[in-house]
């Protein structure tokens, strides 16, 4: 059985001024838990992890900070990971009672759970990585599916649609449509509203209960068509940022040989309550899928929540199907059986996992993100840059508003038109000095400037610099800015 013990950076935001296990801050909680906001430890900034070249060419990809793992029971076992280039990546082995070991008592559980000694307590230092994974894929968004799951909980729950209609990404057209994916604060609303409205334990158990196979797209059939369960979910953890926003969500996946440990890391900025659900359905999600790729109901060896022991345990009873849950974890994870994941999925079809990944990449790269009114109004305003001087009405039109209605809005927002106009001039300007060897005066005529000296103001007032100048210096937003700062 894995037991976290040592956290990544943001793991559970508590209540306010109050610590992890519900007592005052502290640099170290009463449980032996560390307590980490805002990436540090004990006042210190957390170190952050290491980069690992990209096994197909592209941007190196970070390991992620080391996480401590505690192997009861088991001072002989030799543990793997899966490193960046999918091949297991060895841990690297500390005393138990080195000083950094943590002390004090064990965090609360439910069941009877077997005593930790310190004969048989071992540490390993994992630098926690998986297969690549589709990272920086329409990073703040979530899928519109997610969203309806979300929308369709809250309905059930009772909340009124007053309270979440008008978030972007609610519209029928944009929730009906699996290319678009709404902000990730849409359903972070959400999720706070129905934690309102009953327990977090209950929210997780009903969101879980209503996402039937499908329901998530390509996502569910990468796990259920899989050869086995446990090739099935390394793709939906590669594939995540289909569903999932993942600058604050990972699914990672440790292997000792008899054993496969799900870890989900969630650093979103969720109010407490609304974390802990989001966190325990998530869990609830992965075993649910795992169960309808095996055709049979696995039941989870142990199961971690970074979120506080609730009044009662009986929804995630019947969410997990055990009583072996830990609280106050650094992180959420839910520890197999290797051999319940293993084993050959009933319905696999040879070569059908391909073709679902090819389809979840070709979704990735239709996907529409929706994020806020401002981005749309841009959106629109880019969609007629190469208009010389981009006409108030056309962009209203575009955007289905009258001109003074789009005006009143952009000032909702605290800008006006004339100040998002020169930002597009600006951006295109940048980028014609930089792609192009277009001259200043021709670059003025095509950026709607009376001439190349009225553009040279305009460089000089962005940049206190001249075209050239800004030409020879490379991209505005690196060197040159960086040493005006």
Known sequence: MLR?????PGTLR??????????????????????????RRHGRPIPRGSRAPHPRGGAPIRTGPPVRLRVPGHPARTITTLGPDGRPDPWQQTSARGPNAPRGDPPRRIGDIRPQTAATDWYFTLRLCSPPVVSHAHQGTTSSALTRLNANAARLLGIPPTGYAHLLG?????????????????????????????????VSLLMAQQS??????????????????????????????????????????ADDGDRVTLIHLNRADLAHEAACAVRACALGLYLRRL?????????PLHVALAAEAPRRHDALIELYGTRSIEFEAPVSSLTFRAADLTAPAPHAQPGLSAVLRRHADQTLATAVPLRDWLDLFRSALASVQDDAAPALATVARRMALSPRTLQRRLDEHGTTWSAEVETVRRDRISRLLHT???????IAARSGY????????????????TPAALRRAGHPHGDLLESRR
Do not use: K
Not at 4 to 8: D, E, L, R
Not at 224 to 232: I, V
């Open 4 to 8: 976290i013990s040592f956290s990544t």
């Open 212 to 253: 039937a196979i499908g329901s998530l797209g390509v996502w569910d059939y990468l796990i259920t068509s899989a050869p086995t369960p446990l090739d099935g979910i390394r793709d939906a953890g590669v594939y995540l940022a289909t569903v999932l926003d993942t600058s604050t969500d990972d699914l990672r996946i």
């Open 14 to 39: 508590p209540p306010p001024g109050r610590g992890s296990n519900g007592g005052p801050h502290t640099g170290r909680g009463a449980r032996g838990m560390w307590h980490v906001a805002r990436g």
């Open 436 to 442: 192009t060897d277009l001259s200043v005066e021709a």
């Open 450 to 465: 009376a001439d190349a000296r009225a553009l040279r103001r305009a460089v000089q007032r962005w940049y206190g610099t």
């Open 291 to 299: 169960s309808e790729a095996a055709q049979r109901r696995l039941v």
């Open 170 to 202: 609610m519209a029928p057209e944009h929730l009906n449509d699996d290319l678009c994916r709404p902000p990730v604060v849409t359903s972070i609303r959400i999720a706070e509203l129905a934690t309102v409205h009953a327990p977090w334990t209950e």
